[in-house]
């Protein structure tokens, strides 16, 4: 494979770390920071589980905010490239603070992702305490269980890719990204598959968290995406491959 797929795998969950560098798409316009009262939030986003909605009002610490803006550039600059739409997806990262030992940051239930500000995001106990923020997003189990099933594991990016979603809908898995282009067998190497499973469930947080243990990427069936990396800036880019390679597919079948 070419030297992207070969960087992709590298830095697979088990690999060694690595810094990621990668400037994000601040160029995108905001967008609302919570649902209007005409969105149809209701039948389709799951709420957070009750463990995770007994916040306590509290701020986030001073110390997570350079995380908050990375987080909210990659979240951004998804949204600028079509992976993100609206509400839907989330993002999380591990932040190392003194005053707890084992949190991460993630986005807030119901936040649009191309214009997250600070009052967007969640920080919890990687044992699943609310520690300050507002409520997190419903899919805050899943990134839970992968970063206890993939202690390398410090960052993930959960989309709705367009074009993966669309061949979902003209394929079936064994045929998705099957395609004799250089790179193609190696991305899609990355790439695992899990059924269709109630969004924010804890059957679908278990199924992502197993197959993350040996894939950097897993496609939800009917869904969406999930890459897990070193970096947000790393599970994008892979995402952004998939993506690309999901268009090209789509090319091919009309």
Not at 44 to 68: D, K
Not at 131 to 154: K, N, V
Request: negative net charge; glycine residues 8%; proline residues 9%.
């Amino acid at each position: 494979a070419g030297t992207g797929a070969r960087s992709a795998l590298r830095h697979a969950p088990g690999a060694s770390p690595e810094v990621q560098e990668s400037g994000a798409d601040a160029s995108a316009a905001s967008g609302p920071e919570s649902i209007p009262p005409c969105a149809p939030s209701a039948p389709l986003m799951a709420a957070p589980p009750a463990s995770l909605r007994s916040a306590a009002h509290r701020p986030l610490p001073e110390s997570c905010a350079a995380a908050v803006e990375a987080t909210a550039q990659v979240c951004r600059a998804a949204w600028g490239r079509g992976l993100l739409a609206g509400f839907n997806g989330n993002a999380s990262c591990l932040v190392p603070l003194q005053e707890h030992e084992g949190t991460c940051l993630i986005t807030r239930s119901g936040a649009a992702k191309s214009g997250l500000t600070g009052q967007d995001f969640a920080l919890l106990a990687l044992h699943g305490g609310l520690l300050a923020g507002a409520a997190p997003s419903s899919e805050a189990g899943m990134h839970l269980a992968i970063y206890a099933a993939c202690p390398e594991t410090r960052a993930v990016l959960h989309t709705h890719p367009p074009c993966l979603l669309a061949l979902g809908l003209l394929v079936p898995p064994e045929r998705r990204l099957d395609l004799p282009l250089y790179e193609a067998a190696a991305y899609r190497a990355c790439l695992a598959f899990v059924p269709a499973l109630p969004p924010g469930s804890a059957e679908l947080a278990e199924a992502v968290a197993n197959a993350a243990r040996t894939h950097p990427a897993i496609w939800l069936e009917n869904h969406g995406l999930v890459a897990h990396g070193h970096s947000l800036h790393q599970a994008l880019a892979l995402m952004e491959e998939l993506e690309q390679l999901a268009a090209v597919q789509i090319q091919t079948l009309q």
